[in-house]
């Protein structure tokens, strides 16, 4: 496994996980761009980002192929679509959720030299490649439920849906 300068940092994340995930929930909780997020399907919503958090090490190694990130992130999507969750609104609670991750480091790191600094540029880019890999993937998995549903609900063909969600849009072509 290949070591990143960083690791002091992934693991200040991965211990405190749970306290990072709570300040998450009580701005999403709070903020009305998220309102879908309520008591019936924020268990799901913390559980899995605590999850992500407590394991963050392995979700940043160089050793974590994208196609895991997809797998993961696309059954999240699934998943998430399954609940009622706006995208809009999902999209806007992994950017909190990255910005509370990011402060969170920040303030609690206490970082006073160039090679913390470092360390700190370091864990930034490979959260934000993380983080932009597995909203893509969340998005993808989303819209390939909601082709799935109204091809359900509608009796609709491929060629329907086509016409909104194009062709190269999913990986299972008979969802």
Known sequence: MVHMISDKLVDLVEHHADEIVKRWMTRLLADELTSSYTSANIQFVQERATNVLKNLGSWLSYETTKEEVGKRYAE????LFKLGIPLCEITRATTV????????????????????????????????????????????GYMEEMNR???????????????????????????
């Open 76 to 79: 999240e999507g699934k998943a």
């Open 97 to 140: 959720l990255r910005r509370v991750l990011w402060l969170y480091v920040v303030n609690e790191s206490g970082f006073d030299s160039a090679f913390q600094l470092n360390q700190m540029r370091e864990l930034n880019d490979r959260v934000i490649l993380f983080f932009d890999r597995s909203q893509y993937y969340l998005t993808r």
């Open 149 to 175: 549903k109204m091809k359900k609900l509608w009796n609709l063909t491929d060629t329907d849906t086509e016409k909104i969600f194009f062709s190269t849009s999913f990986y299972d072509k008979n969802p």
